[in-house]
């Protein structure tokens, strides 16, 4: 289990060109399954879970070739339709197999996702929205037994926007004749990656980032070449270490349209934000102001994902900040380790009061999640002293290589293996 050692107290200044998207790239390689052709991804981040989704690939029956950030996937031979225990329960957005296993196999037996750092991870949305459908879906305490040959097409209504069963319930019914609408979707810019990709495939899908998706069934879909979109979480995440180092950054490659709601949280900190085309530009001020009141919602909104980055660079904030996280339940788990760092952080409920100090101080801690663990380097970065941040498998899932990110831009890391 390898360690980051962080020295605390440089600037973070410099340019660097943002990776792909965690959360776009997986249903993408899900997607790629249900063509028998090839596939290319290009801009596909070098990530723990992408290992893993190609691990499932592989499992399948596909065969998949990396060449740098590009994936070659052909998946032209007959595939299994089952995933075992251990590969579903390393990656808890695996679920989305399920639709694009039941679109190409007409049936699949995956093991429950289990819950994961976050808290119980219910997926009660995907299985329901699965049977409106008609796919009889056999729950033992175990797993998912489905089976699709008396499916239709038919129109869904979201209880919650689910980034995951929207993608789900695209995945599936894109094969399936006839035309399925999903009302309440996520509307999130990696529902339209995916969209965009199947639409390259040959499928006909609308209304993607909007709440109601329009999905005609086709007969056949084909391989194709497609680049991912840009991280916009990791991008929020480089960001605040500029931010609260007092530094500057200029981030490329990226979609300034994607973070809207994180950049006026930045600017409202008191950072200057620059805006181009692929990229974004941010000077921090010396010390940042408190937020006064900041709260996670479903895309376009401030994004959970983005709450735990937030909660630790206020902590070093001017004044006080209050976070209400409204997706998940464990979401301030990273709380307990920044008030070993000195922070002063009340969590009652699903709140979080944030006094900002003028500085934390380093200390050994352990990452509770992925975002989490990020949100520790953003801490770490502006304490005095130095800082070791255990079980970094977490936060290797979703960065890509964060220790070489961060030197690049003036800090003081090291990976201990
Ligand atoms: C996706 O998770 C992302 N993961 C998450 O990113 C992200 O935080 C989340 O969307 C919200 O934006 C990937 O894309 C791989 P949801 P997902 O279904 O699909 C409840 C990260 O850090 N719910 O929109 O699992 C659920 O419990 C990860 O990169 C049900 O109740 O999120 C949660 O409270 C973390 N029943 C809320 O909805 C269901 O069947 C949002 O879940 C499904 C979800």
Redesign the pocket.
């Known amino acids: 289990m390898s360690k980051l050692e962080i020295t605390g107290g440089k600037r973070i200044r410099g340019i660097i060109d943002m990776h792909g998207a ?3 790239v ?2 993408i390689l899900a997607a790629t399954i249900l063509t028998k052709g090839v596939s290319v991804i290009h801009n596909c981040p070098k990530l723990k ?1 992408v290992n893993v989704t190609v691990d499932i690939l592989r499992f399948l029956g596909a065969s998949v070739r990396r060449e740098e950030h590009t994936l070659i996937i052909d998946s032209s031979g007959d595939l299994k339709s089952d995933i075992p225990e251990n590969l579903m329960h390393e990656l ?2 695996s ?2 197999f399920m639709g694009a296993i039941l679109a190409r196999c007409k049936k699949a037996r995956i093991s429950s996702p289990g819950g ?1 750092e ?11 929205s699965l049977r409106q459908l008609g796919v009889s879906v056999l729950e033992t305490e175990d797993y998912l037994e489905c089976d699709s040959k008396n499916s239709a097409s038919g129109e869904i209504v979201l209880s ?8 789900n319930i695209m995945l599936f019914s894109c094969l399936m004749s006839g035309v399925t609408i999903i009302r309440n979707a ?1 509307k ?1 810019p ?1 529902i339209v990656d995916l969209a965009n990709f199947l639409n390259k495939m040959g499928a006909r899908i609308c209304g993607a980032g909007t709440d109601e998706i329009y999905i005609e069934g086709v007969e056949t879909l084909n391989g194709t070449e497609y680049s991912i979109m840009p991280d916009r ?1 990791a991008t929020v995440t480089y960001l605040c270490c500029a931010a609260v180092t007092g530094g500057e950054i200029e981030i490329r490659r990226v979609n300034p349209n994607d973070l809207e709601a994180c950049l006026e949280c930045f600017i409202r900190c008191g950072c200057r934000i620059g805006i181009g085309k692929d990229r974004i530009f941010l000077r921090a001020p010396q010390r940042l102001k408190a937020i006064d009141f900041i709260e996670t919602k ?2 376009p909104s401030f ?3 983005a709450q735990s980055l937030f909660l630790a660079m206020l902590a070093t904030a001017d004044g006080k900040s209050i976070i209400r996280e409204n ?3 464990n979401r301030f788990n990273v709380a307990e380790a920044l008030k070993e760092m000195g922070a002063d952080i009340t969590v009652s409920q699903q709140t979080a009061l944030i006094r900002g100090k003028k500085r934390l101080k380093g200390a050994n801690v352990s990452a509770p ?3 989490g663990g990020a949100g520790l380097c953003i801490a770490a970065l502006a304490a005095n002293g130095v800082t070791q941040i255990d079980k970094v498998c977490y936060i290797d ?2 960065y890509e290589e964060i220790e070489t990110y961060l030197q690049r831009l003036g800090a003081k890391v090291t990976r201990l293996d």
Not at 118 to 128: K, M, T, V
Not at 160 to 167: I, K, Y
Request: net charge negative; proline share 13%; with cysteine.
């Open positions: 965690k959360n776009a997986l249903p879970d808890r957005s679920i989305v994961c976050l808290g119980p991870r219910p997926i009660d949305l995907h299985i329901s919650f926007p689910s980034v995951g069963a929207t993608e996520a999130e990696e979480i479903p895309y994004p959970t994902d997706i998940f339940k999640d992925l975002r899932r979703g």
